[in-house]
């Protein structure tokens, strides 16, 4: 055993891993379709008006607006109607005096017409002419060409993430694909010689591997894209290699073997292959985690019990990994509830504890650091200071959710 010579604190893990973070450079083009969620890598600016005409936003009459002055329902204006307009097609005739056009939402305004009374406000005379009931000001009910964008203006920027809105505003420039930031690609690898994946035959000794897909889904959520390996046996040969496939990753994630047991190998192979940043930090659970730089990779041990595992991979490893794929930080869902139950805690330890929403107040989840249902039976947590050792029932509390 090689006990932790110290721990430091969350709030100083939390330091290291954002002075450590590598934003992604690596670009690609993506079709507009497949972009949402991505982040952009080039501001995009306009190079058309959008809309590329003045056009009606009513369906009504184009008018010279001037030609309206006086008209109420009692004495309406009766004008001559040239053409009939709609979307997608282009007007033929100049609106001149005592004229106008009917026009659609949509529809290109024709020369000479300032203006468009909504059909509301008319009434046909006839096949050819309309009675117009209101008087309206030049430029009313008209969008003008390049009203929503200009060439120039910027569409999207560096570093935007493409929701549906500016997917859309790319779409309404006419583009049909756009740079982003690639995705971090994420190495995903279990330890030791006890972990077997779900689905392979086992010995009585043998559980199955747990971590490798809270991993995987907290990567997937956030920006990465895990590349699972086989579980590496805990020797320092078969670490080794397990780290010799992931070359190409962005971020490794070991878990298991994190610790300062006999076979906690991890330590070892930081030692032997990169720089340590921090291993042990005052928090439970989730002590045993370290991080390294390894080559060009950051480089989490996390550790091996699955609670401990996914507590760390929301507190620590979501933040770093947003951070490298350029994503915003998340902010924190919290609800303000009583505490439904006493809970002690272990003093010296910033805790992380799980609760239950029931009836509007919060209760203690938290089991162990090794079972997962601590995690999976709570709907978030609580955190409880490393000098305080209870948290009395009616308390009230924030409470993250998950
Ligand atoms: P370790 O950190 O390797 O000492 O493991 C601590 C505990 O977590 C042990 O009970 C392991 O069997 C268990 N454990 C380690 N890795 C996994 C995993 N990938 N899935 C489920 N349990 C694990
Ligand atoms: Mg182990």
Redesign the pocket.
């Known amino acids: 055993m090689r006990p932790f010579t110290a721990t430091i604190s969350i709030d100083e893990a939390r330091r290291r891993l954002a002075e450590a973070v590598r934003p992604i450079d690596r670009t690609e083009t993506l079709p507009i379709t497949d972009a949402a969620g991505r982040v952009v890598a080039v501001d995009v600016l306009a190079t058309s008006h959008v809309p590329p005409f003045d056009r009606s936003l009513m369906d009504g009459y184009a008018v010279i607006a001037a030609a309206t002055a006086g008209a109420t329902r009692e004495t309406p204006v009766r004008l001559e109607i040239v053409e009939r307009i709609y979307t997608g097609q282009s007007p033929t005739a100049a609106i001149g005096a005592g004229q106008c056009a009917e026009i659609a939402t949509g529809a290109p305004l024709p020369v000479g017409a300032d203006a468009v009374v909504m059909v509301e406000e008319s009434a046909m005379d006839g096949d050819s002419s309309v009675r117009l009931f209101t008087t309206v000001a030049a430029g009313q009910n008209i969008g003008r060409r390049g009203a929503d964008l200009s060439p120039a203006d910027v569409v999207v920027r560096r570093g935007d993430v493409l929701n549906p809105s500016r997917i859309g505003a790319l779409a309404a420039i006419g583009a049909t694909a756009i740079d982003v930031f690639v995705k971090p690609r994420v190495a995903v690898t279990s330890?030791?010689n006890e972990i077997v994946r779900p689905g392979d035959p086992r010995t009585p000794s043998q559980i199955y591997d747990v971590n490798q897909f809270t991993l995987g889904a907290i990567v997937a959520a956030h920006g990465g894209v895990p590349e699972i390996h086989d579980a590496a046996p805990?020797t320092l040969v078969d670490l080794e290699e397990a780290l010799d496939r992931c070359a190409d990753a962005d971020v490794i994630l070991f878990s298991?073997?994190s610790s300062v047991g006999e076979?906690?190998l991890m330590v070892d192979l930081v030692r032997q292959r990169g720089q340590m940043i921090f291993h042990g930090i005052a928090v439970k659970p989730g002590k045993p985690t370290l991080f390294a730089r390894i080559g060009d990779a950051a480089f989490f041990g996390m550790p091996?019990n699955p609670t401990s595992c996914l507590s760390n991979a929301y507190i620590l490893l979501v933040p770093f990994l947003r951070a490298t794929a350029r994503l915003p930080i998340e902010a924190p869902r919290i609800v303000r509830v009583p505490l439904g139950r006493r809970i002690v805690s272990q003093a010296g330890r910033h805790q992380f504890y799980t609760v239950r929403l029931e009836d509007g107040t919060a209760m203690p989840a938290f089991k162990g650091s090794g079972d997962i249902t601590s995690m999976s039976r709570a709907d978030g947590y609580i955190e409880i200071p490393a000098d305080q050792s209870t948290v009395e029932e009616g308390t009230t509390l924030s409470v993250t959710l998950f």
């Open positions: 330890t030791g805990d298991g073997g076979r906690d091996g």
